[in-house]
């Protein structure tokens, strides 16, 4: 399975907190989502791919996250989504001590990043043309909004060293000939050509 599919689209979609699903309906809900993400990589191995859109729900992308089938970067654990018209959300409970690993900072402003704290992260996203965009608009630890120039005082200095192409805004080329996602209620369409 292509991670790099995954981890986009994962991180494109954002599923909602519509309650928790027993166990058979979590493992039902990643199998079809892995099995939507291989359609999407068959699909891109053709001369010219079905241009039939593909549709990824919520319950499909939280549970293939919860059971594990995507890496997530060192210190990022339970991942969720939530998925509106155009803008996405997401949860996520974060371990800043690995995230930093070790590295200091004499800024006061980044002390906030230290610890573990629930991350909320509320994002405008698109896809067009073969492109992916996306514009984050806040960023909450622990119910309290960090200020965007801290953040990108963060983003300097933890993470572009290892995730250079990560920003508060971001252009990036959709992999497996995806032309468009769109951003639902509730849901991901994803276009091939």
């Given at each position: 399975?292509?991670?790099?599919?995954?981890?986009?689209?994962?991180?494109?979609?954002?599923?909602?907190?519509?309650?928790?699903?027993d166990a058979s309906d979590t493992s039902a809900?990643?199998?079809?989502?892995?099995?939507?993400?291989?359609?999407?990589?068959?699909?891109?191995?053709?001369?010219?791919?079905?241009?039939?859109?593909?549709?990824?729900?919520?319950?499909?992308?939280?549970?293939?996250?919860?059971?594990?089938?995507?890496?997530?970067?060192?210190?990022?654990?339970?991942v969720r989504f939530e998925a509106q018209p155009?803008?996405?959300?997401?949860?996520?409970?974060?371990?800043?001590?690995?995230?930093?690993?070790?590295?200091?900072?004499?800024?006061?402003?980044?002390?906030?990043?230290?610890?573990?704290?629930?991350?909320?992260?509320?994002?405008?996203?698109?896809?067009?043309?073969?492109?992916?965009?996306?514009?984050?608009?806040?960023?909450?630890?622990?119910?309290?909004?960090?200020?965007?120039?801290?953040?990108?005082?963060?983003?300097?200095?933890?993470?572009?060293?290892?995730?250079?192409?990560?920003?508060?805004?971001?252009?990036?080329?959709?992999?497996?000939?995806?032309?468009?996602?769109?951003?639902?209620?509730?849901?991901?369409?994803?276009?091939?050509?």
């Amino acid at each position: 399975m292509n991670s790099r599919v995954a981890l986009l689209l994962s991180s494109f979609f954002l599923s909602a907190s519509i309650g928790p699903l027993d166990a058979s309906d979590t493992s039902a809900a990643a199998d079809s989502m892995a099995r939507k993400l291989q359609h999407i990589e068959q699909n891109a191995a053709a001369a010219k791919p079905d241009t039939t859109p593909t549709e990824l729900t919520e319950p499909e992308v939280n549970a293939y996250l919860a059971d594990g089938r995507v890496k997530l970067p060192t210190g990022v654990q339970s991942v969720r989504f939530e998925a509106q018209p155009d803008l996405i959300s997401s949860t996520a409970r974060v371990d800043f001590d690995q995230i930093k690993a070790g590295q200091h900072s004499s800024n006061p402003l980044l002390s906030v990043f230290s610890g573990v704290h629930n991350v909320d992260v509320r994002a405008r996203a698109r896809a067009m043309g073969h492109k992916g965009y996306v514009e984050v608009q806040s960023v909450a630890l622990d119910g309290v909004e960090i200020p965007h120039f801290v953040l990108q005082l963060f983003l300097d200095k933890y993470l572009k060293p290892k995730y250079p192409a990560i920003g508060m805004n971001s252009e990036f080329a959709l992999p497996d000939k995806i032309d468009a996602a769109k951003v639902g209620q509730h849901k991901l369409t994803v276009t091939q050509k």
